[in-house]
């Protein structure tokens, strides 16, 4: 099974290490970026880890929890397609 990032997706994780930057702490950052990296290379061996997204409910439609973060992706026959990454706390839209 393929993973696919959306544009949305990986501006998510460039906010991600930028707002660590302006925070003075990089290095914070680039860690939550790796390992939401990692965290996302589990998908293929058990793509239906992730529960349903509780804004839609809808089955091909998926979230890991990689807290404070929400690693939002859609499923298909032979794609994973990251579509968003958020902080936990924000209401959830796909734009």
């Known amino acids: 099974m393929n993973i696919e990032f959306a544009g949305s997706a990986i501006t998510d994780l460039e906010n991600i290490k930028t707002y660590y930057q302006e925070q003075l702490v990089p290095h914070v950052g680039e860690k939550f970026v790796i390992d939401i990296l990692a965290h996302i290379e589990t998908l293929p061996v058990n793509p239906k880890l992730g529960r349903l997204v509780p804004e839609f409910n809808a089955a091909h439609i998926r979230e890991l929890i990689h ?4 690693i939002v992706y859609t499923l298909s026959s ?4 990251i579509i968003r990454i958020w902080r936990s706390e924000r209401l959830l839209t796909l734009e």
């Open 67 to 70: 807290a404070p973060y929400r």
């Open 78 to 81: 032979s794609t994973i397609q």
